[in-house]
């Protein structure tokens, strides 16, 4: 098999695990509506920005999704998509865990994502990823020192107004 036939599928699996997490994280987690358990989990995730020590249902959502892309002939598909969401499920720990990241892809990444906790949570719903929030112009580019601010700065200074980030938290 060319190397192509190898990199396409397990590429097209990443892919779409970042565009999975994405939805999930714009349309369930912050469901306004969302009373169901990811959402109650997602609030007291970015009450606590604590992350659990076992998302026990979204690696058994994931797992499920791979074996459906392998059952479907598509393996490779399946592999690229695990290995992203094993990716995102480090990527996110280590932001929480990690204050004085090395790199720039972890200092940028940190940056993204406590931009989304601690600034706007209606923006930066990728964590691995800026792409889809470009796609779907949620994007916004990490302040200056978002990674470094205090994180008991959260929702200061949020675009829609003081507060309205607090009270989501709070589940109104
Ligand atoms: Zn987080
Ligand atoms: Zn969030």
Not at 51 to 73: H, I
Not at 141 to 148: E, L, Y
Not at 159 to 167: L, M, N, Q, Y
Request: no cysteine; charged share 20%.
């Amino acid at each position: 098999m060319p190397v192509t036939g190898v990199v396409v599928p397990v590429a097209v699996g990443a892919a779409l695990w970042t565009l999975a997490e994405y939805l999930l994280h714009r349309f369930d987690m912050h469901s306004r509506a969302g009373r169901g358990e990811t959402a109650r989990a997602h609030r007291a995730h970015h009450r606590t920005l604590e992350v659990p020590a076992l998302t026990l249902g979204t690696w058994v959502g994931a797992g499920l999704v791979a074996l459906a892309f392998a059952a479907g002939g598509e393996p490779l598909v399946a592999v690229g998509w695990m290995v992203a969401y094993v990716g995102y499920e480090l990527t996110h720990r280590l932001i929480h865990v990690d204050g004085r990241p090395a790199g720039p892809y972890r200092r940028w990444v940190r940056a993204h994502h406590l931009h989304h906790h601690l600034v706007d949570a209606r923006s930066n719903y990728g964590v691995t990823s800026p792409a889809w929030d470009v796609v779907f112009r949620t994007y916004r580019r990490p302040r200056a020192g978002a990674g470094a601010a205090g994180e008991t700065e959260a929702g200061k200074g949020e675009a829609g107004g003081p507060g309205a980030h607090a009270r989501w938290r709070r589940g109104r």
